[in-house]
C-alpha cells in the first residue's frame, strides 16, 4: 500500500498540535531532525512509527493514514472490575439487551439486542483468527459505535426494524438501522410520556 504522503503530514501535524519538534521528539524517542523530516514530507513513516504515533497520542492508526476519519481510537479497558462488570450487566438487563436465568449453581445469559449479538460474533471471530486484524476492526469499525447508546429490547419488533435488522451485514448497515431504531424509539418515548414504560424513571 502506498502511504499517502500529504495526508499523513498534515494529519501528524494536528495530532501533534502546538508541541514542538522536540516534545514529539521526546515522546516519540526520536530527533527532533526526525520529526522535521516526517512534518515536511521528505521522510515517510514507518508502519512502526505511525503505529507509535497513534498508542502515543491516542489516535486512530487508519485516521493516520486516511483511510479512516474516525480520529478517536478506541481502547479496551484492561483491568475491569467487579463493579464496573455489575454496572454493565445491569444497564444491559435494564435495556431488556440481556435476560438472564438461574438454573442450581449457575446464571445463564441470553443476549436479545440483534446488534450486540453481531458485534460478539465478529469481535470473536476476528480476534481468534488475527490479532492485528481485530485491533483494527476495534479502532475503525468498533468504534462508530462507542457513542451510541443500546436500544430498548421492545423496538426490534417495531415498524419492520426486525426485518431490517436480519438483512444487515455491515457496520455500515447496521450504523443505519441504529439511526431507525433510534428514530423508532424517541418516537415512542414521545407518545408514551416520560415516565412512562422503560424510558421513565
Given at each position: 500500500m502506498a502511504l499517502e504522503v500529504d495526508i499523513i503530514k498534515a494529519r501528524l501535524r494536528e495530532v501533534f498540535g502546538t508541541d514542538s519538534?522536540?516534545?514529539?521528539?521526546?515522546?516519540?524517542?526520536?530527533?527532533?531532525?526526525?520529526?522535521?523530516k516526517l512534518l515536511s514530507?521528505?521522510?515517510?513513516p514507518?508502519?512502526?512509527?505511525?503505529y507509535h504515533v497513534a498508542d502515543?497520542?491516542?489516535v486512530?492508526?487508519?485516521?493516520?493514514l486516511g483511510i479512516?476519519?474516525?480520529?478517536?481510537?478506541y481502547k479496551r479497558?484492561?483491568?475491569?472490575?467487579?463493579?464496573?462488570?455489575i454496572q454493565n450487566l445491569q444497564g444491559l438487563i435494564k435495556r431488556g439487551a440481556l435476560k438472564i436465568e438461574e438454573q442450581s449453581n449457575s446464571i445463564i445469559?441470553?443476549?436479545?439486542?440483534?446488534?450486540?449479538?453481531?458485534?460478539?460474533?465478529?469481535s470473536l471471530t476476528l480476534s481468534e483468527t488475527d490479532k492485528e486484524l481485530f485491533s483494527s476492526w476495534e479502532e475503525s469499525k468498533l468504534a462508530q459505535f462507542q457513542d451510541r447508546e443500546i436500544i430498548w429490547e421492545g423496538t426490534w419488533s417495531m415498524k419492520g426494524l426486525d426485518f431490517l435488522a436480519g438483512e444487515a451485514i455491515t457496520e455500515s448497515n447496521w450504523l443505519e438501522v441504529l439511526d431507525r431504531a433510534k428514530e423508532i424509539e424517541d418516537e415512542y418515548a414521545d407518545m408514551m410520556g416520560k415516565d412512562i414504560g422503560p424510558f421513565g424513571g
Open positions: 519538534q522536540e516534545t514529539v521528539g521526546k515522546k516519540l524517542n526520536m530527533t527532533q531532525g526526525n520529526v522535521s514530507g521528505t521522510q515517510q514507518t508502519l512502526e512509527t505511525i502515543i497520542y491516542e486512530s492508526v487508519d485516521w493516520i479512516s476519519d474516525n480520529k478517536k481510537i479497558i484492561d483491568g475491569t472490575t467487579y463493579a464496573t462488570a445469559f441470553k443476549l436479545t439486542d440483534p446488534l450486540i449479538k453481531m458485534l460478539i460474533k465478529k
